[in-house]
């Protein structure tokens, strides 16, 4: 299957900071791609969806100006976490949805990031 | 609303046991359902899938019946084996697969 990838797979940052996300798709186009938040025993929740060359959509409580989306590429997407606090630690999850008849999402393997 | 409840795990079996994992689901119309497998430090992997009402997906020995009546979708295996210890996610979709309601995942430990 197709190859999405993430990086940082872990990053630790002070609260107030900035952190940046990226989410590549290896070896497929993908004109939308979505970003997951994955809490401890918990689903996967869709934090927003995004489209190459548009604004991303955001899903209702998801506060877009702390969690910006840029989607520049049709290989590249990325999640900034603006003014981090321990509350956004957590484990997010990024996937890219490959055209044609098959409609399938990859996902990358996550990034665990922790505010202290 | 869409929503998708699996059973909580772990769930710890012994090699050549058969497993179940359930999974039921709530949804307007109908939907397309899946299952994912994660497996440690990895994303998550499309399993199975089906998109109607009675289909069975199947896949590495793995299978799952789209029961509408039931609004089931269980994980089924005849004899698991020591690589199949993973995370399983079930998830269902609407509008082409835009959009996924994932469950809470259930942990499968096999012992050899």
């Known amino acids: 299957g197709a190859v999405v990838s993430q990086h940082p797979s872990r990053v630790i940052c002070k609260s107030g900071t900035s952190v940046k996300i990226e989410c590549r798709s290896l070896?497929?186009?993908?004109?939308?791609m979505f970003w997951y938040r994955q809490f401890p025993k918990k689903s996967l929740m869709l934090m927003a969806t995004?489209?190459?060359?548009?604004?991303?959509?955001?899903e209702q409580g998801v506060e877009k100006d702390k969690f910006l989306i840029n989607h520049a590429s049709l290989t590249l997407s990325t999640l900034t976490v603006t003014s981090a606090h321990p509350e956004d630690s957590s484990f997010y999850i990024c996937?890219?949805?490959?055209?044609?008849?098959?409609?399938?999402?990859?996902f990358g393997p996550g990034t665990r990031l922790t505010v202290t | 609303g869409n929503s998708v409840t699996q059973m909580e795990g772990p769930v710890t079996l012994s090699e050549e046991a058969f497993l179940t994992i359930n999974c039921t689901y709530t949804?307007?119309?109908?939907?397309?359902l899946f299952w994912y497998v994660q497996y440690p430090g990895e994303g998550l992997q499309l399993l199975l899938k089906?998109?109607?009402?009675?289909d069975k997906g199947s896949n590495k020995g793995f299978e799952a019946t789209y029961r509408k009546e039931t609004t089931s979708f269980h994980l089924e295996k005849g004899s698991v084996q020591v690589s199949d210890s993973a995370v399983y996610f079930c998830?269902?979709?609407?509008?082409?697969?835009?959009?996924?309601?994932f469950g809470s995942g259930t942990k499968l430990n096999v012992k050899p």
């Open positions: 949804a307007t119309g109908y939907p397309s």
């Open positions: 996937s890219g949805l490959a055209g044609g008849s098959s409609y399938e999402q990859y």
């Open positions: 998830a269902l979709s609407r509008n082409n697969f835009n959009k996924f309601y």
């Open positions: 995004s489209n190459e060359g548009s604004k991303a959509t955001y």
């Open positions: 070896d497929f186009q993908a004109t939308t």
């Open positions: 089906a998109t109607k009402a009675d």
